[in-house]
């Protein structure tokens, strides 16, 4: 029996099983045969606020300095003054503040402050959606980073590195990692280049499926109590798999005309590139309508030589109101928003149905933290982009009122997903977006 018991735990890491997600159909789209696309992207340190934040109000609003880069695509994105992150703030727990703008962008929840395996948030918005409408695609969901994921480790001021290096949480006790390697992610969406390799990895899979299956209805015979509970969980997990399999089997899509990525670009813009394609072919095939981007983890210590910024942009954020700092932070917010720029470009350039497909779409783009320097998480820089299957208002300045909770706009675009939600984190209310 012991043995028995090894042999099946050998298989059961073997085969990876997936925590267990329950999946409810979404009501349907705005617009009957165009699904709608939500996608977090994620931006790290706060930013240069008299530089980053338009001027005036409504659609006569003046754009700033560091959103400049998005000129061209001024009706087709909205930008929000007013949205706060209350749970990213100390509320007792003392330094931190990186750690708790990662993990409360999405969840709206506290993190608790530890640095060992007792972590705890709450479920982000993003997996909310996922574990309605996930169903229908390939994948639930996709989680992107320019960063190493960890899961563990103490990376700000006690608090775990898990809180910094995830946006997405799948249960209030577990992240759903993501992926750094270009590669990787186009595998993960399409199989590998080998397509007869990639059949016959699905053959071997199902093939270790039925035996295990047949070796465990032997043992379910003689098991008893726990054991037996133990194995019920085991079938249930086996049979999600199968699921799993059923799913990409017949949401299989055809490898779309791109370069397969090689790996890592060793240029920070090549590999942020590299990411947003990703991100729009996913949304191209279908293979996924929700998503998330980390750009870098808050706290990023990463430079910009590409620009000319050859200090930390952590340790330049913390600026004093020094003349030379506050250029060098607004130089790498422009980086950013030009970056951003040509991806809603990219979305908007790919044909879909009676439009394209930024206007099947629904994109945030804005960060946990305002201010660098004071660590303050109201006033957030965010930006809304895309037109929601013509649900949504761009081309304007939205102001609303002051402490408006983030999530509120979570739960609003969850709403226009068509997922049910009562709230996300603390969210009071919907936004009129």
């Known amino acids: 029996m012991n043995s028995r018991r090894l042999f099946l735990k050998?298989?059961?890491?073997?085969?990876?099983?997936?925590?267990?997600?329950?999946?409810?159909?979404?009501?349907?789209?705005?617009?009957?045969?165009?699904?709608?696309?939500?996608?977090?992207?994620?931006?790290?340190?706060?930013?240069?606020?008299?530089?980053?934040?338009?001027?005036?109000?409504?659609?006569?609003?003046?754009?700033?300095?560091?959103l400049a880069p998005l000129t061209n695509m001024r009706d087709h994105f909205q930008v929000i003054k007013?949205?706060?992150?209350?749970?990213?703030?100390?509320?007792?727990?003392?330094?931190?503040?990186?750690?708790?703008?990662?993990?409360?962008?999405?969840?709206?929840?506290?993190?608790?402050?530890?640095?060992?395996?007792?972590?705890?948030?709450?479920?982000?918005?993003?997996?909310?959606?996922a574990r309605q409408i996930g169903h229908l695609t390939r994948l639930p969901s996709l989680e992107l980073s320019t960063d190493e994921p960890r899961r563990s480790g103490n990376c700000d001021s006690g608090y775990s590195c898990a809180y910094q290096y995830n946006l997405a949480w799948r249960s209030e006790t577990t992240p759903a990692p993501p992926m750094r390697d270009p590669r990787m992610v186009f595998e993960a969406l399409f199989g590998s280049k080998d397509e007869k390799g990639n059949a016959e990895r699905q053959l071997r899979k199902?093939?270790?499926?039925?035996?295990?299956?047949?070796?465990?209805?032997?043992?379910?015979?003689?098991?008893?109590?726990?054991?037996?509970?133990?194995l019920d969980e085991y079938f249930t997990s086996v049979r999600e798999i199968e699921q799993r399999i059923e799913r990409a089997e017949k949401h299989r899509k055809e490898r779309p005309e791109i370069d397969v990525p090689n790996g890592v670009p060793s240029s920070y813009r090549e590999h942020i590139r590299a990411m947003y394609d990703l991100m729009l072919v996913a949304f191209q095939t279908d293979s996924t309508r929700v998503a998330s981007f980390l750009l870098a983890h808050d706290g990023s210590n990463r430079t910009f030589p590409e620009i000319g910024v050859n200090?930390?942009?952590?340790?330049?954020?913390?600026?004093?109101?020094?003349?030379?700092?506050?250029?060098?932070?607004?130089?790498?917010?422009?980086?950013?928003?030009?970056?951003?720029?040509?991806?809603?470009?990219?979305?908007?350039?790919?044909?879909?149905?009676?439009?394209?497909?930024l206007d099947h779409s629904m994109i945030v783009y804005g960060g946990g933290i305002c201010d660098g320097d004071r660590h303050n998480?109201?006033?957030?820089?965010?930006?809304?982009?895309?037109?929601?299957n013509?649900?949504?208002?761009?081309g304007r300045l939205l102001e609303?009122?002051?402490?408006?909770?983030?999530?509120?706009?979570?739960?609003?675009?969850l709403d226009r997903m068509g997922v049910q939600a009562e709230r996300v984190g603390d969210s009071t209310g919907k936004l009129d977006v």
């Open 206 to 230: 199902k093939s270790v499926l039925d035996f295990v299956m047949d070796d465990a209805k032997r043992l379910q015979s003689r098991a008893t109590g726990a054991d037996k509970n133990k």
């Open 377 to 388: 998480h109201d006033h957030l820089p965010v930006l809304l982009a895309g037109h929601g």
């Open 400 to 413: 609303a009122r002051e402490e408006t909770p983030l999530t509120n706009l979570h739960l609003t675009l």
């Open 82 to 129: 007013g949205l706060a992150l209350d749970k990213a703030s100390s509320n007792g727990d003392g330094a931190g503040d990186h750690a708790r703008a990662n993990a409360s962008f999405l969840t709206g929840c506290q993190a608790r402050k530890t640095a060992g395996a007792d972590i705890r948030i709450g479920v982000s918005a993003d997996q909310i959606a």
């Open 311 to 357: 200090e930390s942009h952590h340790g330049i954020s913390h600026h004093q109101r020094d003349a030379k700092r506050l250029a060098l932070i607004a130089k790498i917010d422009e980086y950013y928003a030009a970056e951003f720029a040509r991806f809603l470009t990219n979305l908007k350039n790919v044909k879909e149905g009676d439009g394209n497909l």
């Open 10 to 66: 050998s298989l059961a890491s073997t085969l990876a099983l997936p925590m267990l997600e329950p999946l409810r159909a979404a009501t349907a789209s705005a617009v009957p045969g165009s699904p709608l696309r939500l996608a977090y992207v994620y931006l790290p340190n706060g930013v240069n606020t008299k530089l980053w934040f338009p001027t005036g109000s409504g659609k006569n609003y003046e754009l700033s300095p560091s």
């Open 390 to 394: 013509g649900t949504l208002q761009t």
